[in-house]
């Protein structure tokens, strides 16, 4: 497989879970969000071509508030062969020479995948430097990864998912690419149930153990991010000064605790951040 994107300098971060309701879009836009505010140039692709809640934010934010500096965003459509497997080819080879065109004009490129498994899906994860699965604090959620036993909480077998992502090392290694960096967002967290906490722990250390992945904290479930939806908005919105005499949300102290989280979750990701920052 031909792999473009990372050899041209840019850093790849693909978020991909095949189960919805995660948090994923929410958990990309803040992080495209902070990096443009960091002065990185940076781009998405939006692979989710129903739903496309990615898209639809950075649209909002663009028609609501159009003194922000624009973001791109694009949506690869389908294809329209008859032919399933020739339009799988035309799909990953197009997408292959989009990741590159933004990989040459921006630092960071997003890909957002849908919650399903799609032969675009598997590419964009092939093509990440970094990839990221955003993670329900839920056993049922983590089934997707690997099966638990009920008495130690221990990765028994690993899942088709699983594998997905040691193919994608492997087609990596082969182009003689860095390694993939997998990274395991634990969001939508709760306050509640501190034993179920405790147990998703033991058996997340054990798949970091066992995949060489590694897993970090992502956002708590909040309401702030359903209200900020509509404007195209993030938590790092909330203090901007392009934004005086908007009306937005008075500034509480659990949104002082999600832009902390946000904070945390960056630094956790560990991205190239020293390189050149856009002008």
Same mark, same amino acid.
């Given at each position: 497989? /031909?792999?473009?994107?990372?050899?041209?300098?840019?850093?790849?971060?693909?978020?991909?879970?095949? +189960?919805?309701?995660?948090?994923?879009?929410?958990?990309? %836009?803040?992080?495209?969000?902070?990096?443009?505010?960091?002065?990185?140039?940076?781009?998405?692709?939006?692979?989710?071509?129903?739903?496309?809640?990615?898209?639809?934010?950075?649209?909002?934010?663009?028609?609501?508030?159009?003194?922000?500096?624009?973001?791109?965003?694009?949506?690869?459509?389908?294809?329209?062969?008859?032919?399933?497997?020739?339009?799988?080819?035309?799909?990953?080879?197009?997408?292959?020479?989009?990741?590159?065109? !933004?990989?040459?004009?921006? @630092?960071?490129?997003?890909?957002?995948?849908?919650?399903?498994?799609?032969?675009?899906?598997? !590419?964009?994860?092939?093509?990440?430097?970094?990839?990221?699965?955003?993670?329900?604090?839920? &056993?049922?959620?983590?089934?997707?990864?690997?099966?638990?036993?009920?008495?130690?909480?221990? %990765?028994?077998?690993?899942?088709? &998912?699983?594998?997905?992502?040691?193919?994608?090392?492997?087609?990596?290694?082969?182009? +003689?690419?860095?390694?993939?960096?997998?990274?395991?967002?634990?969001?939508?967290?709760?306050?509640?149930? @501190?034993?179920?906490?405790?147990?998703?722990?033991?058996?997340?250390?054990?798949?970091?153990?066992?995949?060489?992945?590694?897993?970090?904290?992502?956002?708590?479930?909040?309401?702030?991010?359903?209200?900020? &939806?509509?404007?195209?908005? /993030?938590?790092?919105? !909330?203090?901007?000064?392009?934004?005086?005499? %908007?009306?937005?949300?008075?500034?509480?102290?659990?949104?002082?605790?999600?832009?902390?989280?946000?904070?945390?979750?960056? %630094?956790?990701?560990? !991205?190239?951040?020293?390189?050149?920052?856009?002008?």
């Amino acid at each position: 497989m /031909t792999v473009s994107g990372a050899e041209q300098g840019s850093h790849c971060i693909t978020f991909v879970n095949e +189960k919805g309701g995660t948090g994923k879009s929410t958990l990309a %836009v803040h992080l495209l969000v902070s990096l443009q505010a960091q002065g990185h140039g940076v781009a998405a692709v939006d692979l989710d071509t129903r739903q496309r809640t990615l898209s639809r934010y950075l649209q909002n934010r663009q028609q609501y508030h159009p003194q922000l500096p624009a973001v791109k965003v694009v949506v690869p459509p389908p294809s329209e062969l008859d032919s399933r497997v020739e339009a799988t080819e035309q799909e990953c080879d197009e997408l292959r020479e989009l990741v590159g065109e !933004l990989a040459r004009d921006h @630092a960071f490129v997003i890909i957002d995948c849908p919650g399903s498994d799609s032969p675009r899906s598997r !590419l964009a994860m092939t093509l990440a430097n970094t990839l990221v699965t955003p993670l329900n604090d839920s &056993f049922i959620d983590l089934d997707l990864l690997g099966q638990v036993e009920p008495e130690e909480f221990q %990765v028994k077998r690993l899942s088709f &998912f699983t594998e997905t992502v040691w193919q994608a090392r492997q087609q990596r290694a082969l182009a +003689k690419l860095p390694a993939l960096d997998w990274v395991i967002a634990r969001n939508r967290l709760t306050m509640l149930d @501190a034993r179920n906490k405790r147990r998703m722990n033991a058996a997340l250390e054990d798949l970091q153990g066992r995949m060489a992945c590694r897993y970090v904290p992502g956002l708590a479930e909040r309401v702030i991010y359903r209200e900020l &939806f509509p404007g195209g908005l /993030t938590l790092v919105d !909330l203090a901007n000064p392009q934004l005086r005499g %908007v009306s937005m949300p008075r500034m509480t102290t659990s949104h002082l605790a999600a832009r902390q989280e946000l904070r945390n979750f960056m %630094v956790a990701l560990n !991205l190239p951040l020293d390189g050149p920052v856009s002008g």
